[in-house]
């Protein structure tokens, strides 16, 4: 998790945040500073939702229990990924091993043969056993090691592609945690991670913040099915990607709602861009395969809202949220700019 509040956001949180571990009797230790800091900036629910129930239950939060929530809200697919990958290295470290261990003995046995076959040609009175019976044991021997050698060089072929496909998984884990799987937009967590950085680096200027929200999208979905409701968000998505390119960034917020950052933006000029989008969302034509029926009635409301030296992640989004609604209220399939 990334904390992108500037001095004087953070000290704030700390100064909320101490007074409640004090309250509660919290150890003040680097975990529990983490999560009550996380705690009073309301950036994971769920971990407010699970402190709020420990604390009707104990009163305070026990050091168990705050170590899981902080491995489970804080933690988590860092952990995940480095236990995963963690697990595939030890299996390949043992598998190499024992090809090694294989091969050693091989060598040994190779090596035991030379010196036996080289006493029976150095043996008084000539060799011990005739020179054709040694020549085709050093033959044989030769081609055991020259095979054991191969298979071994091959197996640490194969461990390079393992170790080329964890490397691989490890990145597509963190890829994937960033990411939105049906749409291939990054998610909330990103989004929060942006906008902070964004408003609370102290040298930025303004950044203007558009919410999205497929109209009826619920109706739709009882109508048309889950299939054809992902379909239309696919198709939305695409259209963000293609409409916000960096440094702006689209996001799937939750549900049938997306979010656009815009940097360096004014609010009119992205209320513009926005207005764009609403009308080739407003254009999407979906085909159904059984019936042939062709959807047109996919639409979708549109709140923006222009960052205040004042604003947090939350207030922000609190006025394009407010904007949002009002489009919803005055119709749908508009765009509105939060005052």
């Not at 995940?80 to 003995?105: K, P, R, Y």
Request: aromatic share 6%; charged share 25%.
């Amino acid at each position: 998790m990334k904390f992108a509040e500037n001095t004087g956001q953070a000290a704030e949180y700390l100064r909320q945040a101490i007074p409640l571990m004090v309250k509660h009797n919290i150890p003040p230790n680097p975990l529990n500073y983490a999560l009550w800091y996380t705690y009073v900036s309301n950036r994971v629910p769920e971990l407010n939702q699970e402190l709020d129930k420990t604390l009707t239950t104990y009163g305070t939060c026990p050091n168990l229990v705050g170590e899981q929530m902080f491995r489970q809200h804080m933690i988590k697919d860092e952990v995940d990924s480095a236990e995963n990958v963690q697990a595939g290295l030890i299996a390949l470290v043992n598998d190499l091993h024992e090809h090694a261990s294989v091969t050693a003995e091989e060598t040994k046995n190779y090596s035991d043969t030379l010196q036996d076959s080289l006493e029976a040609l150095q043996a008084d009175g000539g060799p011990a056993l005739p020179l054709e019976s040694i020549i085709q044991t050093l033959a044989r021997k030769t081609q055991d090691i020259s095979d054991s050698t191969q298979r071994f060089q091959t197996r640490i072929d194969d461990a390079q592609s393992e170790i080329e496909s964890l490397k691989a998984e490890l990145e597509k884990t963190r890829q994937d945690a960033r990411v939105d799987p049906l749409t291939g937009l990054f998610n909330r967590r990103v989004f929060e991670t942006e906008l902070g950085t964004l408003l609370y680096s102290g040298n930025a200027g303004a950044v203007t913040l558009v919410m999205v929200d497929v109209d009826h999208f619920k109706k739709f979905n009882d109508t048309y099915g889950h299939l054809m409701g992902d379909k239309v968000l696919q198709y939305v998505g695409k259209l963000l990607r293609d409409f916000c390119p960096e440094p702006m960034l689209a996001v799937r917020y939750g549900g049938e709602e997306f979010a656009v950052i815009m940097p360096a933006l004014t609010a009119s000029k992205s209320a513009e861009l926005a207005n764009a989008l609403r009308e080739k969302i407003q254009a999407i034509r979906i085909k159904q395969k059984k019936s042939g029926e062709v959807i047109s009635s996919i639409t979708a409301s549109f709140g923006v809202a222009e960052s205040r030296q004042e604003d947090s992640i939350n207030t922000l989004i609190e006025r394009a949220d407010k904007a949002l609604y009002s489009a919803k209220e005055g119709g749908r399939n508009q765009v509105q700019i939060a005052p």
